[in-house]
């Protein structure tokens, strides 16, 4: 009798670690689909975050040369000498570097084109670096953006006031978005101003 139960906790005993061990390696693992589940979620979002940071910096550059385009052109000649006599610049060119005071169309005014396609002295093309790579209606090979400005008088006053408007795109097929009033698509930037004549 005393054979028979010491026989039977012992069998109690075996199952209970039987049982523990299956225990054991069912949380081992869910451990590791937990751990694997986690590092794919991490491997995502360093994915999503690099594609985000680089499209940041995309817009960044974007955005910095229209400015930059803008400054330039802002800088131009536009206002009255000590006479009360308009001066105008319509003749520097901004398409190359270092700008040349003869050979460009300065602050003439554009034509309606010129943000939907690439017009001869109202594009420039910018290499990686922020550097003009070319001036024509087709691209450089080293060319990275695209930049396209327009200037056109402003109706109610005309002979003293400048809209401007610089538009900088990466080099590809925009589609529908150089139709019309030319749309913005991601990775590009547009910038606009008013330019009005004063005193000098």
Same mark, same amino acid.
């Given at each position: 009798?005393?054979?028979? *139960?010491?026989?039977? *906790?012992?069998?109690? *005993?075996?199952?209970?670690?039987?049982?523990?061990?299956?225990?054991?390696?069912?949380?081992?693992?869910?451990?590791?689909?937990?751990?694997?589940?986690?590092?794919?979620?991490?491997?995502?979002?360093?994915?999503?975050? =690099?594609?985000?940071?680089?499209?940041?910096?995309?817009?960044?550059?974007?955005?910095?040369?229209?400015?930059?385009?803008?400054?330039?052109?802002?800088?131009? =000649?536009?206002?009255?000498? +000590?006479?009360?006599?308009?001066?105008?610049?319509?003749? +520097?060119? +901004? =398409?190359?570097?270092?700008?040349?005071?003869?050979?460009?169309?300065?602050?003439?005014?554009?034509?309606?084109?010129?943000?939907?396609?690439?017009?001869?002295?109202?594009?420039?093309?910018?290499?990686?670096?922020?550097?003009?790579?070319?001036?024509?209606?087709?691209?450089?090979?080293?060319?990275?953006?695209?930049?396209?400005?327009?200037?056109?008088?402003?109706?109610?006053?005309?002979?003293?006031?400048?809209?401007?408007?610089?538009?900088?795109?990466?080099?590809?097929?925009?589609?529908?978005?150089?139709?019309?009033?030319?749309?913005?698509?991601?990775?590009?930037?547009?910038?606009?101003?008013?330019? =009005?004549?004063?005193?000098?």
């Amino acid at each position: 009798m005393a054979l028979e *139960k010491y026989k039977h *906790k012992q069998t109690h *005993k075996d199952s209970r670690r039987d049982g523990e061990a299956g225990t054991s390696l069912v949380e081992v693992l869910a451990a590791i689909m937990i751990m694997v589940t986690g590092v794919l979620m991490m491997a995502q979002m360093f994915v999503i975050s =690099t594609t985000s940071n680089v499209a940041s910096r995309n817009d960044t550059f974007a955005a910095v040369l229209a400015e930059q385009k803008m400054e330039q052109l802002r800088s131009m =000649t536009w206002g009255f000498d +000590t006479q009360g006599v308009p001066v105008s610049d319509f003749s +520097t060119d +901004t =398409t190359v570097t270092p700008e040349s005071p003869n050979g460009g169309q300065g602050l003439q005014p554009s034509p309606g084109t010129a943000l939907q396609t690439n017009t001869t002295g109202y594009v420039d093309h910018v290499g990686a670096h922020g550097e003009i790579v070319g001036n024509g209606v087709q691209p450089a090979a080293a060319a990275v953006y695209t930049r396209r400005w327009s200037i056109e008088p402003l109706p109610t006053n005309p002979n003293n006031t400048l809209i401007i408007q610089v538009l900088v795109t990466p080099n590809r097929n925009r589609g529908q978005a150089d139709q019309g009033n030319v749309g913005r698509l991601p990775g590009e930037a547009r910038v606009i101003t008013v330019k =009005t004549r004063k005193a000098q």
